[in-house]
């Protein structure tokens, strides 16, 4: 396997993951590189990731690397990318974005354009390597990079290439937004437990272990959600109360108002951005 350098500039929970992903995976630690402007920072990836070199200097690291992996802070991208232009026009490297909101057609404008732009939205679990990534790429992407981009990702968790950029931000309202959702319906769950009369951590271990087991019996069944809810449903049981209670209050109406209004807000933020750096 030929092993290209992979720089990241900015050195966050997610380059963290993503890297000691990759390492765990065989990828080469000394053709990986971080930009991180925090000199304590910077002495923990070191501490943390032997053999990744690590550097203040976001062009000396941009500079070295075939691959380019943005994660800064979405409201910093912009400023990032112009002070990183003219290296990446020399080198022409693939570029991956994991920064939410930001459009590739901004990102390629602000390095100067004609570049390989792939964004990706990745989610928390990424930190656990038990995420998921949506990608988009741009029509400048080879097959060959859109490729590298997969294999960096995976390294965190499943990939799904999507064909739309649009689609990025449903994959934004859906996994990116996710997590959180979830946390909600586990709170949810120990605390009526708790109301009921559970003890506290006995009422959050239910909800947990519960959430864990669906997720996984799920993840490995051909089944129809229907269907697996049929398998625990009974008529005239207590699920059946359960679920007809929430169906009653429009349950499936909520989560879709939620999402749109998650998908929405992200096309709002994308909007935004694009305006406010316009020469």
Avoid at 44 to 63: F, Q
Avoid at 88 to 93: D, F, L, N, P, Y
Avoid at 195 to 216: F, H, K
Avoid at 220 to 243: H, K, N, W
Wanted: hydrophobic residues 45%.
């Amino acid at each position: 396997m030929k092993y290209q350098k992979v720089a990241f500039v900015g050195g966050g929970n997610m380059t963290r993951a993503i890297v000691a992903g990759m390492i765990a995976g065989d990828y080469k630690a000394g053709k990986i590189l971080i930009a991180e402007p925090l000199a304590k920072q910077r002495d923990a990836l070191s501490r943390d990731l032997p053999g990744v070199i690590v550097s203040e200097d976001n062009n000396d690291v941009v500079g070295a690397a075939e691959i380019v992996v943005l994660a800064v802070k979405p409201q910093v991208l912009a400023s990032v990318c112009r002070q990183l232009a003219s290296t990446i026009q020399a080198t022409r490297a693939l570029i991956i974005s994991v920064a939410a909101g930001i459009r590739s057609t901004d990102i390629d404008d602000w390095l100067g354009g004609g570049l390989a732009v792939v964004r990706i939205m990745p989610n928390q679990p990424a930190l656990l390597r038990q995420g998921i990534s949506g990608i988009f790429a741009n029509k400048k992407t080879t097959q060959r990079q859109l490729a590298a981009a997969c294999n960096i990702m995976s390294a965190v968790g499943a990939v799904v290439q999507v064909p739309t950029e649009a689609d990025i931000d449903v994959v934004t309202a859906i996994s990116g937004s996710g997590p959180a959702y979830f946390y909600l319906l586990i709170d949810m769950l120990a605390k009526t437990g708790q109301d009921l009369g559970l003890d506290e951590n006995v009422a959050r271990q239910l909800a947990l272990e519960t959430a864990r087991g669906a997720a996984a019996l799920a993840a490995s069944s051909d089944a129809t959600m229907e269907t697996l809810i049929a398998r625990v449903r009974s008529p005239g049981g207590t699920t059946a109360a359960a679920l007809d209670s929430l169906e009653s209050q429009g349950v499936r109406d909520i989560f879709n108002t939620a999402l749109t209004a998650a998908r929405d807000r992200a096309q709002d933020l994308a909007n935004t951005t694009h305006q406010a750096n316009q020469d």
